[in-house]
């Protein structure tokens, strides 16, 4: 029933920047679960810049059962934003924090099976993807199938995504606007390499692919 990741190969569909809507492949994904009511987690992977938040604030505006969790969210809803309301030395715990907080959201959901839900997390790494796989599949007892979508973009994309971002935050600040709820922080070109090199992208995980340009 659904979409099983063992059977299923990746699927690539080519987006512009920056991505403003859902994937076909995504969007066909979710109608078939709603109409067959089948809950689902789709868990978004990827850098920073390649548009993991755009999309799961896309689902969740497209399909109102879904309910988006975000670690950079929760930071600014409990804590404020990095920099100012923070200092840099903080940030892992309140990461730590958040990720245990949302885990514990997570499973209740899944065991009430009372929505479908978005993960907007990076999961860069192999063995965190097959953890919350584990978790899905104990708490929601089959209910729920897993969507892994896959953002792929060269390092100089992400830059210039990334750097696009921190202008419209200086921007808000500068004009008083309120600020973006999940600012997360500012990745500096250093940090963006690192990520690019130790990201380990699925393969033959069931995935759909977005390619951003």
Known sequence: MGIDPNTRGPETVDVGPPIKSIPNEVAGALSSAVARGQRT???TCGISGSGKSTLAKSITEAFPSFIRFSIDQYMFEHHGIYGRDFPPELYEPYQDEAEAALKGQLRQILTTGSNDIVLDYSFWCRKTRDEYRAIV???GAGLYQVILVSFRASE???WERIEKREAERVRRETEG?????DPGYKVSRDVLRSYVNGFEFPQDEGEIIVMVE
């Open 137 to 139: 599949d104990a708490e």
């Open 177 to 181: 606007s309120a600020p973006d709820r």
């Open 41 to 43: 987690v789709v868990m």
């Open 156 to 158: 100089e994309t992400l």
